[in-house]
């Protein structure tokens, strides 16, 4: 995944190695949440 953003009044490309849902799944692997518990922590049914 690749994405811009501009600081310090400069263009930036980003290289991400992981997706959105793969970060998320990461994290709420380390937190030790399913994913039950993450939605309802986040307020989602």
């Known amino acids: 995944m690749l994405y ?3 600081r310090n009044k400069k263009l ?3 290289y991400m190695t ?3 849902g793969q970060i998320i ?3 709420r ?3 030790n ?3 039950e ?3 309802e ?3 989602i049914s």
């Open 37 to 39: 518990e993450l939605a």
């Open 12 to 14: 930036e490309v980003i």
């Open 25 to 27: 799944k990461r994290l």
């Open 18 to 20: 992981e997706t959105m």
């Open 33 to 35: 949440l399913t994913q």
């Open 29 to 31: 692997k380390e937190h």
């Open 4 to 6: 811009t953003r501009y």
């Open 41 to 43: 922590q986040l307020n």
